[in-house]
Each structure stands twice: as C-alpha cells, then as structure tokens.
C-alpha cells in the first residue's frame, strides 16, 4: 500500500475516534453564566501563521493572517489568508471556515472544523479543496489557547498529471487570542 493511503486512513481513524469519544464522555454542568468563555457568542479570534510549505517540488515560507467570530456559543465562521512565497509559482490560499469548541471541559476543550479553501496558483488553474479538523485547545492564559489537531484536505477537480497528490493530511498547531 501506498504510505499516504495508510497515513490518511489513520488521519480517518483517530478524528473518529476523537469525535465518537465526544459522545462518551459526560458534559459537566457550569454553574457560572458564561461558562464558554472566550469561546462565547460575540467574541473575536485573531491568527497569525507563519512557517515553511511545500508544494511543486519546492519548499516555501508560508505567512498567513486570520480572524473569527463566534456566531453563537461554541461556533466560530473564520476567514484565513495565506501566502507562500520564496519558490516558483506563488501561491495565494483563502479559506473560510466552521469550527466548533466544545467549551463545556475544563483542562482541554476538544474541537471539530471543516474548510472549503481556493488556492490561486501563479501560471495555474485555480484549485479548490475542501476538508476537516479536529484536535484540542489546551488553556495558555486569560484569552488565549493552545490549539493541537490534525486536518484531512480532499481537492476538487484535481489533476494527477499536474499533482502528486489530491489529498492531504497533516498536524496543526495553532495559539488563539480571543477578544
């Protein structure tokens, strides 16, 4: 077997796993009125990204920048924007988001996403995706977390000539400042 078929078939494995274990465990009951914190309705979330990417053979330095909205307790509609530069062709990547926290735990507050993203391609076709996230946030301060997940990205219309792959999987990690 192809080793990018079994790591997207562990990818698979463990966001099932992390969310059938959602059903499992019991949801404390808050006694305080505002119980999802900085994951409430009406508050701010604010990325910056920035490390290296890889894509046509070539290795590239990837900045992004991001924000969200907590639409009601616990889900947030995002928009990110990154750009990988450094290597030939550039690349310019959009991605509206859903992310939902479950804020009802205290130590680590589990969360599940999903993303269509539009990659504009110098001297390419554009190529869209679409895909899923799970992983933890992990408290790190008054308004911020610390975000650890993985993410499975399937891309539409994909043409294998052209690319080595039409699906991803990899770790992210993420610090969130809530306002």
């Known amino acids: 077997m ?3 078929f079994l790591l997207r078939m562990m990818i698979r494995q ?14 404390p009951r808050a006694n305080a009125a505002d119980v999802a914190g900085v994951f409430s309705q009406g508050r701010y979330t604010l990325s910056v990204v920035g490390g290296t990417g890889y894509a046509f053979n070539e290795t ?9 909205y907590f639409v009601i307790d616990g889900l947030s509609a995002g928009l990110n924007v990154q750009w990988w530069s450094g290597a030939d062709p550039g690349i310019v990547k959009i991605t509206p988001s859903l992310e939902y926290v479950f804020y009802q735990f205290d130590s680590v507050r589990p969360y599940l996403g999903a993303f269509y993203r539009e990659s504009y391609i110098d001297n390419f076709s554009n190529l869209a995706s679409v895909g899923g996230r799970a992983g933890i946030f992990i408290p790190a301060g008054q308004n911020v977390h610390i975000g650890v997940g993985a993410a499975y990205e399937v891309y539409l219309d994909c ?21």
């Open 2 to 4: 192809r080793p990018f």
């Open 14 to 27: 463990i966001i099932a796993a992390i969310a059938f274990g959602l059903f499992l465990v019991p949801i």
């Open 60 to 68: 590239y330095f990837v900045f992004g920048v991001g924000g969200s």
């Open 159 to 179: 043409d294998t000539s052209t690319y080595s792959s039409c699906t991803d999987a990899y770790p992210e990690l993420s610090v969130v400042a809530s306002f």
